[in-house]
């Protein structure tokens, strides 16, 4: 090796702009040289001017040649004859365009924002070029959040990380991923970064999982059984350890995973698998009074009818009082009629003195006491919790840094049930941050698959929820406080769009063409689009704030027990 090209990526061609496509300060052109090979969202540098050396990502590619039209070459081989030998061999060459990434210098004090020459030679970047043009060089060590493997056709891989301020706060906050789903693996990148994130940041990071998919996210102490070679050596470039998460032992001071599943029949867990260690959750009315209109998610209210109703229970509850049949304990035969406080989910049921002003129409009350009754008759819902029964609501008030909740409701079959379990949660957290008096994580974030179920997309004059309210809220301000948000779904345009937009950090698996066409993947280049399309499973394109252009990234699967 000369001591021209030591330290130098491969040489693979040269730079050339034409007047149809001339080089940009967005983008070149280059031809590549004859037996090379190179992909889209390869690495490349250029040696440019004042000793500067540019940086541009690969986005496609073509061939051209010097025939005027295909019926050129049609009759260059005997009018069709496939088996002969061309009479007039074509001069070929394959053109790429690359996205100009960043233009570095280690002497000048401002980025050089001129075109690049023609004639310059192009090489595939190296590590420390890659990680120049993506501005990680400048991220102190213990702000670098590893998310995966840049994988080069030369055969580079380059961990890629990024810097905490724009992933947990406060310059951005928030990571949205979607994608078909299984070849898109959204859980499992998400659990990956969560791996990653907990062990670099365990003293100052809580973090609340919800578990959407069977037993999906019920094994994370448990070790995998499906590790490839491939995905231990990217754990090694990456430099994340191979361990499962702890669990949490109150008694050896260990913090870790606590699972959390939601109350089912005689009080048994409602779970398809059942951790060894576990807390079993269900609301009482006096848990949840002050915040009912999260149990309405989804319901239509254009004229605010049952708005009306359920805050006229949560502004006077404690002083509502109705009639009761009192019984005799030994014939079970009733004896007098007397008045009760609402105190119980079946009191509720019952309640019916509602003033005039707050029920105008009969059939509102009726309405709203039917589906009163259609929300709270599931066994989650109790009159009285048991000893061994916890309220949500208390717990999440509880975490620590170190601490990881799983909050289990994959068998609960009622979607607003769901929701108003993700909404109780996001309230009981701003009461946290509201009440003080505690010391509170420093971060604390919340995973939510099937983002769609609970904060879909609302026309202009549609109503929003409660719950997607909630949900909206933080992803506006709590990058502020430290509460971050990771979602995923696998249409990002079914999505509200206030949460998507708050999101710093955008990630694509596979997805189909059709939905690609939605606005809010005005963030990716229509090459990158077309790309996404045929994206294999484990690989992402990635958009974040500090990156000039998406990349594409793969990354091992996270360190715990899949089932499936």
């Known amino acids: 090796m000369s001591s021209e090209t030591k330290g130098k990526g491969e040489i693979i061609g040269k730079t050339t702009a034409t007047e149809r496509f001339p080089n940009t300060v967005e983008e070149f052109y280059f031809w590549v040289e004859p037996g090379k090979v190179i992909n ?66 280690a002497k000048l004090p401002i980025e050089v924002l001129m075109p690049v020459g023609t004639n310059k030679i192009v090489r595939f970047a190296t590590e420390d070029e890659i990680r120049a043009g993506l501005g990680l060089l400048a991220v102190p060590e213990e702000k670098r959040i590893p998310i995966g493997v840049i994988e080069m056709s030369n055969g580079t891989r380059v961990p890629v990380f990024v810097d905490s301020e724009y992933l947990l706060g406060p310059q951005g906050a928030h990571l949205n991923i979607s994608g078909i789903t299984g070849l898109a693996t959204k859980t499992s990148y998400l659990m990956f970064l969560i791996q990653t994130i907990y062990q670099r940041k365990k003293d100052q990071v809580a973090i609340i999982i919800f578990n959407v998919k069977q037993d999906d996210l019920l094994h994370l102490d448990e070790k995998p059984i499906d590790i490839t070679p491939d995905d231990e050596e990217m754990y090694e470039i990456i430099g994340v350890s191979k361990e499962t998460f702890p669990l949490s032992d109150l008694q050896k001071g260990i913090k870790g995973v606590k699972y959390f599943l939601p109350r089912g029949f005689r009080g048994q867990p409602n779970s398809a698998h059942i951790p060894r260690e576990h807390y079993v959750y269900a609301y009482a009315l ?24 359920i805050d006229y229970i949560m502004e006077r ?18 004896i007098r009629r007397a008045k009760s406080l609402v105190e119980t989910w079946e009191d509720l049921r019952l309640f019916e003195d509602y003033p005039r002003e707050v029920v105008r129409y009969e059939r509102t009350a009726w309405r709203f006491r039917g589906l009163l009754r259609q929300f709270t008759t599931s066994d989650l819902f109790v009159n009285q919790r048991s000893n061994t029964e916890v309220y949500l609501g208390e717990e999440v008030k509880k975490i620590k840094a170190g601490e990881i909740y799983v909050i289990d409701i994959a068998r609960i079959t009622d979607e607003r049930e ?20 505690r010391e509170i994580p420093s971060k604390i974030i919340i995973l939510i698959d099937e983002l769609n179920r609970y904060a879909p997309r609302i026309g202009a004059f549609e109503e929003i929820s ?76 990635v958009s974040h704030p500090t990156f000039r252009r998406a990349i594409k990234i793969r990354f091992p699967k996270p360190y715990y027990k899949r089932i499936g």
């Open 40 to 105: 889209p969202f390869d690495f490349v540098s250029v040696e440019h001017i004042k000793g500067t050396t540019t940086v541009g990502l690969v986005s496609s590619m073509k061939l051209i040649t010097d025939a005027k039209s295909q019926l050129a070459d049609f009759i260059s081989s005997e009018f069709g004859k496939v088996e002969s030998v061309p009479q007039t061999p074509r001069i070929e060459t394959t053109v790429a365009k690359a996205k100009v990434m960043s233009n570095i210098s």
């Open 286 to 309: 006096s848990d949840v009074r002050n915040r009912l209109d999260l149990l309405f998610h989804g319901v239509p209210d254009p004229y605010l009818t049952m708005r009306g109703i």
């Open 317 to 334: 509850y404690g002083r509502l009082r109705f009639e009761k049949d009192v019984r005799d304990p030994i014939t079970g035969l009733v």
């Open 418 to 437: 769901q929701a108003f379990i993700i909404g109780d949660v996001m309230r009981s957290l701003d009461e946290m941050y509201g009440e003080g008096g």
């Open 466 to 541: 409660p719950v997607t309210e909630q949900i909206r809220e933080i992803a506006r301000t709590g990058r502020s406080r430290g509460t971050i948000l990771f979602t995923a779904e696998q249409f990002k345009s079914s999505v509200d769009r206030q949460i998507i937009e708050n999101s710093a950090m955008q990630v694509v698996g596979r997805t189909g063409s059709s939905e690609l066409t939605s606005d809010v993947y005005r963030f990716l280049d229509p090459e990158i689009k077309d790309i996404a399309t045929r994206l294999e499973k484990g690989e992402l394109i």
